[in-house]
């Protein structure tokens, strides 16, 4: 297809089902933990707009998380469908961690997934809240083992080569705290939430622009959201600027190929924009600032930045791809600090609720947590090749022996299923957001009787029909 | 301490529970799907759906356990047979994300068209999930040809009449779980229905069991010699006995009006199904050459991870039985939707 071979149309297929699958568990992430304090908030105080807000978000939540079911399961079988040499070279040292994300992980939200949503009823609040808890810390665990598996590719520690070419494992604190799953664990969380709290907040500023500020569903969901891009807007940045260190030490090449340098240099200047040409072995058209990237990448002015043509051409990442994408995620990152620096200030003059030109920005920028999840994703695996493993296994050994006519097939195949799929799903959840939240918000377990009549599952029962049902 | 050479055998049998978990539990939500080729009313689906709502999820875990498990400890294994069943297994995965959607899409699609397309995506999608995981399973008995732990077979190896033979049976015997499942937790007309279903399926099951059980014996040498042979045929014997008492089972129990016993009966039937399939292939990983010892993963990566699954799986297994307590009971119709 388009004159691509098996190796590049599988490495095209995986990366995009996998950049469509991360949108969703990004999403229950975030919202997961969302949805557990808006229901402690609930508790704690008994303000029903918590109750309402609870009810209003885990209708979109279940929407959401059963889109990154399907498209992980998707995942687990497309590895070794397509990755056979990867599966079975790499298999016993990553696939115990992803066993263990299963067991750990994907088990526990599935099962209290359906209490969470269709039990409010039938195990009272605090029970409620308790499987609530659990889905949301189950979505960290399962981070925690993937992130651990993806940092083990970008940083391989605590494994031995046998003759055979099989990467067996020797020490499993070593594979599992690989020097980046430090940074990167903490990268994604926080990614997830900045991008769920960015879509609580465009939600409840269209709702706010549409009420005129009087919505108190919308009002509360605001503010939360505004707290967050403030807070945890900055953290990321000190945490991606953590992360860029570690790849800098661990990964140069990666680091030359996202900064468009070529030669390495002390005092390097930072290139803002350009576009790197793999072939000339230059950067066109860049715009740079003196010392800027000696002092980014080193926190001195002095500091000696990597440069690619360091590295043999075989062992380049794709510099032109990655350059962009960094800045894309990187300029995301500040523009939602912005926004929360905008939003410190309007709160201090009691003002947030009526800025209109805040919250349209806030609406504007719904989607630009994801936009940078992605964006990040590409920045970082893109730049781990030519390896799967990086250092250790090229891609093209990890490779499937499947003929380019059948991965094309099954490219095509998922490119219709997920655009018809998922396209429908985000379409029913943008409707649901559309919808303003009301006092007395219906949850998922209105629209699913689960029983007629008969045993009473306790007096938990009738303590949750008095508060919950109104 | 398990010795060495014990651990695949270990892990051998925790990958076939979590398989037939996954057969079973997802069987029934799959085979519900199926059911909407006869039962056409919005009402009757609504419950069907509903019934599996609160659990489907968890069902299909045991599928990415599998995945997750045979990657782990059998890594061979993983990186030559989803190679060689290349499209079964892509046809099931898009079938998946189809089937699994619906459960949610279906109840927010505005129109009745939406809906429609839904519920047809609900079916469909369940139908070729089922057909795909027999074709897979057929594919897999008659065996992969492989050269150095790479697949070395052609695109259509997975296609044969057997094949096809074992994907209408995983189809129908889904169906029967599925009937039997709402035989269980319906009631009114649908389940009088439902009865009726399991009736007839009961007998096309029992009829491609025979089949299929007649034609795997001829695949390979192994699986006659383990079936036929004496003293096998000895130990292996009850394995069909103990099928025609659960059939006896079941007619009893759909005759008599029983609530429980049918889905239990079928149940057991995929047990013992399984079982014979264990007793064929053992000690194959992947016939016709591939033993369980060749395909597994170093003893170390199998100890971590049975070190954790020992206590995550007893605790896994007493969480499910929760859920499906808290979800106990008869699902109700008639109640107002969107």
Redesign the interface.
């Known amino acids: 297809m388009f004159g691509l071979d098996a190796l590049a149309l599988a490495r095209a297929q995986f990366g995009f089902t996998i950049a469509f699958h991360i949108i969703f568990p990004a999403f229950s992430i975030g919202l997961a933990s969302y949805l557990a304090v808006l229901e402690a908030l609930w508790l704690r105080t008994g303000r029903p707009v918590y109750l309402d807000l609870f009810q209003y978000w885990v209708k979109i939540f279940?929407?959401g998380f059963?889109?990154g079911?399907?498209?992980?399961?998707?995942l687990?079988?497309?590895?070794?469908?397509?990755?056979?040499?990867f599966?079975?070279?790499a298999?016993?040292?990553?696939?115990?961690l992803?066993?263990?994300?299963?067991?750990?992980a994907?088990?526990?939200e599935?099962?209290?997934?359906?209490?969470m949503?269709?039990?409010m009823k039938?195990?009272g609040p605090a029970l409620h809240f308790l499987a609530t808890c659990i889905v949301a810390v189950g979505t960290l665990i399962s981070a925690f083992w993937i992130l651990s598996v993806n940092s083990w590719m970008n940083t391989p520690a605590g494994y031995v080569m046998a003759p055979d070419g099989?990467l067996?494992?020797a020490d499993?604190w070593a594979v599992i705290f690989n020097p980046s799953s430090f940074v990167r664990f903490p990268h994604m969380v926080l990614a997830s939430y900045l991008s769920v709290a960015f879509v609580v907040g465009a939600v409840g500023a269209w709702h706010l622009l549409a009420s005129r500020g009087r919505n108190a569903g919308a009002r509360t969901m605001f503010g939360m959201a505004m707290w967050m891009a403030a807070l945890v807007a900055p953290a990321q940045i000190l945490m991606g600027d953590l992360h860029g260190l570690n790849t800098l030490h661990y990964q140069p090449a990666k680091v030359a190929a996202l900064e468009g340098d070529w030669n390495s240099e002390s005092r390097a200047p930072e290139i803002l924009i350009g576009w790197p040409d793999m072939q000339a072995e230059t950067t066109r058209y860049a715009m740079s600032v003196p010392w800027l990237g000696s002092l980014i990448l080193t926190h001195s002015l002095d500091g000696t930045v990597p440069g690619l043509k360091q590295f043999p051409p075989a062992d380049r990442p794709d510099s032109t791809l990655i350059f962009w994408t960094f800045r894309v995620m990187v300029g995301i990152g500040f523009l939602m600090a912005g926004l929360g620096l905008w939003s410190l200030l309007r709160r201090w003059q009691d003002r947030l609720f009526e800025d209109r030109w805040l919250l349209w920005a806030a609406l504007l920028m719904g989607p630009s947590g994801f936009v940078a999840v992605i964006c990040g994703w590409i920045t970082t695996e893109v730049g781990r090749q030519p390896f799967t493993v990086y250092g250790v296994l090229r891609t093209a050994d990890s490779v499937?022996?499947?003929?380019a006519p059948?991965v094309a097939t099954?490219l095509l195949?998922?490119i219709a299923?997920?655009a018809l799929?998922f396209g429908?799903?985000v379409m029913?959840m943008v409707?649901?957001m559309a919808h303003a939240p009301a006092p007395g918000e219906a949850g998922p377990g209105a629209?699913?009787?689960?029983?007629?009549?008969?045993?009473v599952?306790g007096p938990s029962l009738a303590a949750a029909e008095g508060e919950v049902v109104r | 301490m398990i010795p060495d050479s014990w651990l695949p055998v270990v892990w051998a049998g925790l990958i076939a529970f979590a398989v037939l978990a996954y057969v079973v539990l997802d069987g029934f939500d799959l085979g519900v799907g199926l059911l909407f080729a006869v039962e056409r009313e919005r009402e009757e689906r609504d419950v069907m759906v509903n019934s599996v709502a609160p659990v489907w999820d968890g069902n299909e875990t045991w599928l990415v356990l599998g995945g997750g498990g045979l990657l782990a400890v059998f890594p061979l294994a993983y990186g030559l047979v989803l190679p060689a069943l290349y499209p079964t297994i892509m046809a099931m995965l898009l079938a998946l994300v189809f089937r699994g959607v619906a459960f949610e899409f279906r109840f927010r699609a505005a129109s009745a068209a939406g809906r429609a397309s839904w519920d047809l995506a609900f079916f469909l999608g369940s139908a070729v999930a089922a057909f795909a995981q027999g074709l897979t399973l057929g594919g897999l008995l008659a065996g992969i040809r492989e050269q150095d732990g790479r697949y070395a077979g052609g695109w259509w190896d997975w296609l044969s009449l057997f094949t096809v033979l074992c994907g209408v049976a995983v189809v129908a015997g889904y169906a029967l779980l599925g009937s039997c499942w709402l035989i269980w937790r319906t009631e009114g007309a649908l389940q009088r229905r439902a009865r009726h279903y399991a009736a007839v399926l009961g007998v096309a099951v029992g009829g491609l069991t025979l089949l299929v059980s007649l034609w795997s014996p001829f695949l390979h040498p192994q699986f006659w010699h383990r079936w036929f042979a004496w003293p096998n045929i000895l130990a292996t014997s009850p394995v069909p006995l103990l099928l025609l008492a659960l059939a006896y089972g079941f007619n009893f129990g759909l005759a008599r009006l029983h609530q429980v016993t049918p889905f239990l009966c079928a149940i057991g039937w995929f047990v013992l199904c399984f079982a014979g399939l264990g007793i064929s292939f053992w000690p194959l990983m992947v016939p016709p050459d591939i033993s369980i010892w060749q395909a597994a993963a170093p003893p170390d990566s199998q100890r971590f991870l049975l070190r954790g699954t020992v206590f995550l799986v007893p605790a896994i297994l007493a969480y499910n039985v929760y859920g499906y307590w808290i979800f106990r009971g008869k699902v109700g119709a008639g109640t107002h939707y969107h």
């Open positions: 279940s929407l059963g889109m079911v399907v498209s992980g399961v998707v687990s079988y497309e590895i070794g469908a397509n990755w056979s040499g599966s079975q070279r298999g016993p040292v990553i696939g115990p992803m066993g263990y994300e299963v067991l750990t994907f088990f526990l599935a099962g209290f997934l359906g209490v949503l269709f039990g039938k195990v099989r067996l494992p499993w499937s022996p499947v003929g059948g099954s195949a998922f299923v997920y799929v429908a799903g029913f409707r649901l629209d699913l009787p689960l029983r007629a009549a008969g045993i599952p």
